[in-house]
């Protein structure tokens, strides 16, 4: 592959958050949540990583920096059934989050596509739960998960909005990403 000076740029900022979002997600791992009605709930911070790609790279490099981070993370401290179960919920958040942003910065906020993220990525695991399990009462727990979701998403996508508003390098790549979708 010919690399130029600006895809090598692009490849080291995929690595700079991949990094980043691995490190976010072992953290995270370590923080026990204190709500006893939704076990296994977290916060997704994580995701943070996820948003700040959709908006500042291409579709492409964002689907490879979420698969890299889901892989890293799983060698580095899951197993089998945790990447089955983070690679759902991510795939279709981040699908989800996708097409969401495509509606527009008018329509949809930030914040919007994290929430929807949010409840996207339970949804994902429960289906693989339900498989697992082979009985879709497991999704029963979506309403529980649904709102520990959207709560989530407005805290990461909160924290992407005051991220995009205080850091220019972000803001800058924001904006020549918004400049060359317009190109297309």
């Not at 958050?17 to 939704?38: D, H, K, N, T, Y």
């Not at 910065?105 to 429960?126: D, F, P, T």
Request: aromatic share 10%; glycine share 10%.
């Amino acid at each position: 592959m010919n690399y130029r000076p600006d895809r090598t740029r692009q490849v080291i900022f995929i690595a700079l958050l991949c990094a980043q979002g691995v490190i976010i997600g072992l953290l995270e791992r370590m923080i026990p949540f204190p709500f006893a009605f939704a076990p296994g709930a977290k916060l997704g911070l994580a995701n943070l990583i996820t948003i700040i790609s959709l908006f500042t790279m291409s579709t492409s490099d964002s689907f490879l920096l979420m698969v890299l981070r889901l892989v890293l993370t799983t060698l580095l401290g899951g197993t089998l059934s945790t990447f089955l179960y983070s690679g759902a919920g991510a795939v279709l958040s981040w699908l989800g989050m996708l097409l969401i942003k495509q509606l527009g910065e008018k329509r949809v906020s930030m914040i919007g596509i994290s929430a929807a993220g949010g409840i996207l990525h339970n949804v994902g695991q429960l289906v693989v739960a339900s498989w697992i399990a082979q009985s879709w009462t497991v999704m029963l727990y979506l309403p529980i998960l649904s709102f520990m979701g959207i709560l989530a998403g407005i805290a990461v996508g909160v924290a992407a909005n005051f991220l995009f508003e205080h850091i220019q390098t972000l803001s800058r790549l924001r904006f020549d990403h918004h400049q060359r979708r317009k190109a297309c």
